[in-house]
């Protein structure tokens, strides 16, 4: 399956209890908003988050931005209705986080068709204990409803009693496998967190590093993160004309009747054109997001 060309750049945590920020990240540039019920907020707002959320997904303005509602485990006493409001608000995602088995997201899903979630309604996961690294395959296959996984490398790095280094080495073995999952089944997979607000060279090297590896974008804690993420998840200009060049290369070869073409003394053949067709996709998509009033950078 192919992976998606919309933009996941940036992924940012909106806390739902806050409506003021609910309200200013109509404003924010971020390709994605995840409106939080779970962690961000405390047990005696749980219900009052959920309310604000739902009321603001169904008012609009939020332009080309992704809206996900992260909802509440359905261990807790609040998971069960989180989804049922959720699956009826107009949002593009819901979030399940802690996800340990396929059983899990299944379950979620058949809780969001009873409550009339739209077929486009889709689900993202929460990679974030050992369980959900070991399972990634199985979550992955899941659903068709399954679109990204989301990793959790703050639990993570609790469950799995690691440091936080700069490298990030003790998560190396849990990435991977959740890009593998992710990649076999033509999914979007957004990288973890960068808590420290401080250092900007160390959050510049996290998201580097994730780009390297092959993430669609990186979850964030923090409006001000937003630019330098989108930086550097952003195709380069010169990646995407070269990416052009090889499109109407092979095309110009198909219509000869040659199955590959040569760029500069580079052999290009099919899996450089879907490659390449992805990025100028993206990078369309973006320019788009740009263009519009509601997403200025």
């Known amino acids: 399956m192919p992976k998606t060309a919309r933009p996941r750049r940036s992924v940012l945590y909106m806390p739902g209890s806050n409506i003021r920020a609910l309200e200013k990240a ?18 005696d707002s749980k219900e009052v988050a959920r309310r604000q959320v739902c009321q603001a997904v169904k008012g609009g303005g939020y332009g080309m ?3 996900i509602v992260r909802v509440n485990g359905l261990a807790t006493p609040w998971g069960y209705q989180d989804i049922v409001e959720a699956s009826r608000c107009g949002a593009d995602a819901i979030l399940l986080p802690k996800v340990e088995s396929a059983d899990a997201i299944r379950h979620m899903e058949t809780i969001m068709r009873a ?6 309604m889709a689900i993202w996961a929460m990679m974030e204990t050992p369980r959900s690294v070991l399972s990634s395959e199985q979550i992955a296959a899941s659903t068709p409803r399954m679109q990204c996984l989301v990793m959790g490398t703050s639990d993570l790095a609790k469950e799995l009693d690691c440091a936080h280094t700069r490298e990030r080495l003790p998560f190396i073995a849990s990435l991977g496998l959740c890009l593998l999952a992710a990649r076999a089944y033509g999914l979007a997979i957004v990288d973890g967190v960068y808590l420290d607000l401080k250092d900007e ?8 590093q994730g780009a390297e ?8 804690i923090h409006p001000n993160q937003v ?19 090889i499109i109407a290369a092979h095309q ?7 199955g590959v073409a040569v760029v500069d003394g580079k052999l290009i053949e099919n899996l450089h054109v879907e490659s390449a067709r992805r990025l100028v996709k993206m990078a369309e998509a973006i320019e788009q997001m740009r263009a519009s009033a509601q997403v200025p950078a």
């Open 227 to 245: 630019a330098q993420c989108n930086a550097v998840f952003t195709p380069r200009p010169e990646d995407v004309e070269w990416s052009r060049r």
């Open 115 to 120: 409550s009339g979630a739209p077929d486009g």
């Open 213 to 220: 590896m092959g993430f669609d974008g990186k979850t964030l």
């Open 65 to 67: 931005r992704e809206l």
């Open 201 to 208: 060279a160390g959050f510049e090297f996290a998201c580097q």
């Open 252 to 258: 110009d070869a198909a219509a000869r009747g040659e």
């Open 26 to 43: 109509k404003t924010i540039a971020a390709d994605g908003l995840i409106l939080d019920l779970e962690d961000a907020v405390a047990p």
